[in-house]
C-alpha cells in the first residue's frame, strides 16, 4: 500500500487530498513541532528534510508535483488532461506554484534558508503578504471555473489547493480574488477534500 509522509497545512496536504479521490493509502504525520522532520531516521528517508514523502513500491519519492504526476500516471489518470497542450497548461501552474507561490510563503517563517540576520527574516515575512497577493492576482484571471482548466479537476487543483489554505495566514485578502474564492468553494465541494479537512490537515 502506498504510504505517504505528510504533516497538516504542509504542501503534504495536495497529496492528502489527492490521494482521497480513490487510492488505498496509509499517512505517516511526521511532528514539526518537535522537528522530525530533522532527525536521522526521517532524513534517512528524505535527505531534504521535508514533506511530502510517497513510499511507492518500488521506493521513496519526494516533490509534490513529481508525486502528483506519479499518482496521475499511475491510480488517478482522470487527473490528467488527454491533449498535450492542456496537460502542458496544467504543468505550468504546477510549477508556478512550486517554483514561487510556495516560495514565496516560505518566506514567512523559513527565513533562515537564505539569510542569517533577524532583519532579514523580518523583512522576508513582512514581503510574503505582497508576494502572496501577487501570486493571486497571476492566477485569478486563469482560473475558468468551476475548476481551474473546467468541468473537472486536475492535478493542479489539489496543488493549488493546499497552498490556498494559506492565503488568509499569508495576509491576502482573498475576497478581492472572487474566482479563486468561487474556485476554493468548488474544491471544498469534493468529498476527497471534505476528507482530507474531517482528518485535521488544515487549521
Ligand atoms: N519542493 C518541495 C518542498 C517541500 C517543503 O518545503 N515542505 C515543507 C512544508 S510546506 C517542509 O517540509 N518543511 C520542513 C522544514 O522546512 O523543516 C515540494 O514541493 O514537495
Known amino acids: 500500500m502506498l504510504k505517504l509522509y505528510c504533516a ?89 506554484l512550486a517554483t514561487t507561490m510556495h516560495v514565496n510563503h516560505a518566506h514567512k517563517m523559513r527565513g533562515y534558508r537564505w539569510a542569517d540576520q533577524q532583519s532579514s527574516y523580518d523583512d522576508m515575512t513582512a514581503k510574503v503578504p505582497e508576494t502572496m497577493t501577487a501570486s493571486c492576482a497571476y492566477l485569478e484571471p486563469q482560473i475558468v471555473g468551476p475548476y481551474l482548466f473546467g468541468p473537472e479537476p486536475t492535478l493542479a487543483d489539489f496543488y493549488l489547493y493546499a497552498i490556498s489554505c494559506w492565503l488568509e495566514g499569508d495576509g491576502v485578502k482573498t475576497s478581492d480574488f472572487p474566482n479563486l474564492t468561487a474556485w476554493k468553494a468548488t474544491m471544498e465541494t469534493r468529498a476527497s477534500v471534505q476528507k482530507t479537512l474531517a482528518d485535521g490537515f488544515v487549521g
Open 8 to 96: 497538516p497545512n504542509t504542501i503534504s496536504v495536495a497529496v492528502v487530498a489527492a490521494l482521497n479521490e480513490g487510492v488505498h493509502w496509509e499517512q505517516k504525520r511526521i511532528d514539526f513541532k518537535s522537528g522530525e522532520q530533522t532527525k536521522p531516521d526521517y532524513l534517512a528517508l528524505n535527505p531534504k528534510g521535508r514533506v511530502p514523502v510517497l513510499v511507492t513500491p518500488e521506493g521513496p519519492l519526494t516533490e509534490t508535483g513529481a508525486i502528483l504526476e506519479y499518482l496521475g500516471d499511475t491510480a488517478l489518470p482522470q487527473l490528467v488532461p488527454a491533449d498535450p497542450l492542456q496537460k502542458a497548461r496544467m504543468r505550468e501552474v504546477m510549477y508556478y
